[in-house]
């Protein structure tokens, strides 16, 4: 699509996978987001803040390799889940088969989702997969999650806590490492202007390296309330990763909201 900050297709790959989604991997992404749930962890704080059942429609958007949509489905959900990375689809699958679940899996894209309109109870969004297209079209993107959702049902998304996240800034970090010396090494910039977190990132494995670029949008709360709420939602509330009122000392800024039942 023509809104494409960046190249999610050379970040979302096996290099990723090998960095973030093996067992020793390093759980870090940014100057300093946090890793206070991970998995199961994340499960059951949005079982709690969702108050989700067994049997419940679920969508996690943008569902990665599938950690949380598989565990959802662990749980009783019906889950789908849709991603743009054939690669993280293909790791999701393999998982979800081997941890004996059933889940839906999609290729696609957040900014046209497919023809679900009402279809879901829940949606998940987790771990900042939100915020890296211009504005119009972020905002577009919430309008497509309120278009998924029945009347009343619910959204939590898991984003970087802007307060805690930009104390945290530094220009350069390496941001995982691997015992052979693979690492990801990136240099930060963030322009106030825009609110948009640039980053410049070398991938080293194997001894050899790869550059590649992202960007993602850094939320204060109240603007993304506002959002949501011109994109249909209403009971916007914010919670840190221990499903606790929102500080500044929190890594995760977790947002909840309901779909406006209209009529
Ligand atoms: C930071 S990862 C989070 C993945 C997952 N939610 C998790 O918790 O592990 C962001 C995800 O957004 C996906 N993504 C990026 N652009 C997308 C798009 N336009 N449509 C759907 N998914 C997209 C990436 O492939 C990646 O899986």
């Not at 050379?10 to 989604?21: C, G, K, S, T, V």
């Not at 749980?75 to 690669?87: A, E, I, N, Q």
């Not at 992202?214 to 221990?242: C, H, I, N, Q, Y």
Request: aromatic share 10%.
């Amino acid at each position: 699509m023509g809104t494409d900050l960046f190249d999610a297709a050379a970040m979302y790959e096996d290099d990723y996978l090998h960095f973030f989604a093996t067992p020793d991997a390093s759980p870090t992404h940014g100057p300093v987001v946090g890793s206070a749930y991970r998995g199961g962890d994340a499960a059951d704080l949005v079982w709690r803040l969702l108050a989700l059942s067994p049997g419940m429609t679920v969508l996690d958007l943008a569902c990665g390799h599938g950690v949380l949509a598989n565990e959802l489905a662990a749980r009783g959900c019906r889950v789908t889940g849709l991603d743009s990375s054939t690669v993280f689809l293909d790791r999701a699958r393999a998982d979800a088969a081997a941890m004996g679940v059933e889940v839906e899996y999609v290729a696609g894209d957040m900014r046209a989702l497919p023809s679900w309109t009402g279809r879901f109870d829940r949606v998940v969004n987790w771990t900042t997969a939100f915020g890296y297209f211009d504005d119009a079209t972020n905002r577009a993107v919430l309008s497509e999650i309120a278009r998924v959702l029945r009347p009343g049902g619910r959204l939590a998304m898991d984003l970087d806590n802007a307060a805690k996240f930009l104390m945290s800034f530094t220009p350069s970090r390496i941001t995982a490492s691997r015992a052979n010396g693979d690492m990801l090494v990136d240099r930060n910039h963030f322009d106030p202007v825009t609110a948009r977190f640039e980053v410049e990132r070398t991938v080293v494995r194997d001894g050899r390296a790869r550059r590649l670029t992202f960007v993602k949008r850094l939320f204060a709360f109240p603007e993304l309330r506002d959002w949501l709420t011109a994109a249909g939602f209403t009971d916007v509330a914010a919670s840190g990763e221990d499903g606790h009122p929102l500080t500044a000392g929190h890594h995760r800024m977790i947002v909840t909201a309901t779909a406006r039942v209209t009529g």
